[in-house]
């Protein structure tokens, strides 16, 4: 019983911390937020090349598993603005905007009626992985230098949030202890955490959910 309270008395206390690094950059004119789901496509690739069809098949269903973990994260927990999906092999696709086929809905099925187009620039793109350091308060980071060489890279990974030129504008990690509290307060179907590669999706559509709440009522 007392190792539960001591548990609860550091979710409630740092939890909180996860989105610490985050800016507060948005805005009432986003018209929709497009979530790029990763396919382990050079992982999975690779493997199959070295005919390792045990690891091929566990890559590919904890592909799936995070990709899976992702959308319910986003279908259950952002309502603020439109969603749209799209596989990470279609990035120059999504960057040179040229969205018709590409992007999906939670279900798979390519998206109609789109609330954005080619001229648009109202929108973000978020992904989960790698940031780069990011003061808080800080704007867009536009220095592509930092993007290829960043000595100050957070460790781990979590929600990168880009504007449509794919430029961090801000983004929501956790640190280590709270991988642990998250498997055990979280409800299993929003992460999703490979036992033998990197693969992993913890969630954070909430915390962004929040973030354009907040920026709302500013407003």
Same mark, same amino acid.
């Given at each position: 019983?007392?190792?539960?309270?001591?548990? /609860?008395?550091? @979710?409630? &206390?740092? /939890?909180?911390? =996860?989105?610490? /690094?985050?800016?507060?950059t948005t805005s009432?004119?986003?018209?929709?937020?497009?979530?790029?789901? $990763?396919?382990?496509n050079?992982?999975?690739?690779?493997?199959s090349?070295?005919?390792?069809?045990?690891? @091929?098949?566990?890559?590919?269903k904890?592909a799936?598993?995070?990709?899976?973990?992702m #959308?319910q994260?986003?279908?259950?927990?952002?309502?603020? $603005?439109q969603? *749209?999906?799209? #596989?990470?092999?279609?990035y120059?696709?999504?960057?040179?905007?040229d969205?018709d086929g590409? @992007?999906?809905?939670?279900d798979g099925? !390519?998206?109609?009626? @789109?609330?954005i187009n080619?001229? =648009?620039?109202? *929108?973000?793109?978020?992904?989960y992985?790698?940031?780069?350091?990011?003061? !808080?308060?800080e704007?867009?980071?536009?220095?592509?230098?930092?993007?290829?060489?960043? /000595?100050?890279r !957070?460790?781990? $990974?979590?929600?990168?949030v &880009?504007?449509?030129k794919?430029?961090?504008k801000?983004f929501?990690?956790?640190?280590?202890?709270?991988?642990?509290?998250?498997?055990?307060?979280?409800?299993?179907?929003?992460?999703?955490?490979?036992?033998?590669?990197?693969i992993?999706?913890f !969630?954070?559509?909430k915390?962004?959910?929040?973030?354009?709440?907040?920026?709302?009522?500013?407003?």
């Amino acid at each position: 019983m007392k190792a539960l309270l001591s548990l /609860m008395t550091i @979710l409630v &206390c740092f /939890m909180p911390l =996860s989105n610490a /690094m985050a800016t507060d950059t948005t805005s009432n004119r986003i018209a929709a937020v497009l979530v790029q789901l $990763r396919s382990e496509n050079n992982r999975i690739t690779a493997l199959s090349k070295a005919d390792k069809l045990t690891l @091929l098949a566990t890559a590919q269903k904890d592909a799936n598993g995070a990709k899976a973990a992702m #959308i319910q994260d986003f279908t259950d927990h952002f309502k603020e $603005r439109q969603v *749209y999906y799209y #596989i990470d092999t279609n990035y120059n696709k999504v960057i040179s905007k040229d969205f018709d086929g590409v @992007l999906l809905n939670a279900d798979g099925t !390519p998206a109609k009626n @789109l609330v954005i187009n080619k001229n =648009s620039s109202n *929108y973000l793109i978020v992904f989960y992985g790698t940031a780069i350091f990011q003061a !808080p308060g800080e704007g867009v980071i536009t220095d592509s230098s930092r993007y290829i060489n960043d /000595m100050n890279r !957070p460790q781990g $990974r979590g929600l990168v949030v &880009c504007n449509d030129k794919m430029q961090q504008k801000e983004f929501y990690y956790k640190f280590g202890y709270e991988e642990n509290l998250i498997k055990i307060f979280s409800n299993r179907k929003y992460y999703y955490s490979s036992k033998k590669f990197e693969i992993e999706y913890f !969630p954070f559509a909430k915390q962004l959910n929040n973030a354009f709440k907040k920026s709302k009522s500013k407003e």
